[in-house]
């Protein structure tokens, strides 16, 4: 991979990673939830599912998953389901002792199953794909399994720097949160942009 390529895929995964997003969403929830410590579960389970989902891009499940209607709309319903039932938890906490009960919980392997329904890392994955493990021509550039593990490894660290970014502002707000109903309302704020991003994954 050439300097001029390596520049374009560094750009283009800060732009990507750093930009809101379930993932980040759900990492500034869980900070400001339950603190640092549990939400760095959710953090190391971003990198490790979008891994295998841009290993399995890679191998071709990604074009089929695309390629097939049916297992696209499948996928992204998945997906939206699932964001619209964290949405619902979400809004209805409004103390951190309520959070601790019950209302939001995100496992480590819940957190890398996420990334297998959101049709947005799905494109994610192509994308990369298509601009740094093929040619123009759409065949394997020169030493595709090579570019692959560049691309896994540079996803790796954005996928976990920039949500535990996120992390760390969520869990940063905590103690300002827990006075009135503050909490309530940022989680709230948080479950609508994760209705509204399930409503872009419709629309894509």
């Given at each position: 991979?050439?300097?001029?390529?390596?520049?374009?895929?560094l750009l283009?995964?800060?732009?990507m990673?750093f930009?809101?997003?379930?993932?980040?969403?759900?990492s500034t929830?869980?900070a400001a939830?339950?603190?640092l410590?549990?939400?760095?579960?959710?953090?190391?389970?971003?990198?490790?599912?979008?891994?295998?989902?841009?290993?399995?891009?890679g191998?071709?499940?990604?074009?089929?998953?695309?390629?097939?209607p049916?297992l696209?709309w499948?996928?992204?319903l998945?997906?939206?389901i699932?964001m619209?039932w964290?949405a619902?938890k979400l809004?209805?906490?409004?103390q951190?002792t309520e959070v601790?009960?019950?209302?939001l919980?995100?496992?480590?392997?819940q957190?890398?199953?996420?990334?297998?329904?959101n049709?947005k890392?799905?494109?994610l994955a192509?994308?990369?794909?298509?601009g740094?493990v093929v040619?123009a021509?759409?065949?394997?550039?020169?030493n595709p399994g090579?570019?692959?593990?560049?691309?896994?490894?540079?996803?790796?660290v954005?996928?976990?720097?920039?949500?535990?970014?996120?992390?760390?502002?969520?869990s940063?707000l905590r103690?300002?949160?827990a006075?009135g109903?503050?909490l309530?309302w940022?989680?709230?704020?948080?479950?609508?942009?994760l209705v509204l991003?399930a409503y872009?994954?419709l629309?894509?």
């Amino acid at each position: 991979m050439s300097a001029a390529e390596l520049t374009a895929l560094l750009l283009f995964c800060t732009a990507m990673s750093f930009s809101p997003g379930p993932n980040t969403t759900l990492s500034t929830a869980l900070a400001a939830n339950l603190g640092l410590k549990r939400a760095l579960h959710f953090c190391l389970a971003v990198p490790a599912g979008w891994t295998l989902l841009m290993l399995g891009s890679g191998l071709g499940l990604g074009a089929l998953i695309t390629g097939v209607p049916a297992l696209r709309w499948a996928v992204t319903l998945l997906g939206v389901i699932y964001m619209l039932w964290l949405a619902f938890k979400l809004s209805r906490a409004g103390q951190l002792t309520e959070v601790d009960s019950n209302r939001l919980n995100v496992t480590f392997w819940q957190g890398v199953g996420l990334q297998f329904v959101n049709i947005k890392a799905w494109m994610l994955a192509l994308t990369l794909s298509a601009g740094w493990v093929v040619n123009a021509a759409g065949q394997p550039a020169a030493n595709p399994g090579e570019r692959l593990a560049i691309i896994c490894g540079v996803m790796m660290v954005f996928a976990f720097t920039s949500n535990f970014v996120y992390a760390l502002v969520g869990s940063l707000l905590r103690q300002w949160l827990a006075q009135g109903a503050r909490l309530l309302w940022f989680n709230r704020a948080l479950a609508l942009v994760l209705v509204l991003t399930a409503y872009w994954m419709l629309t894509l």
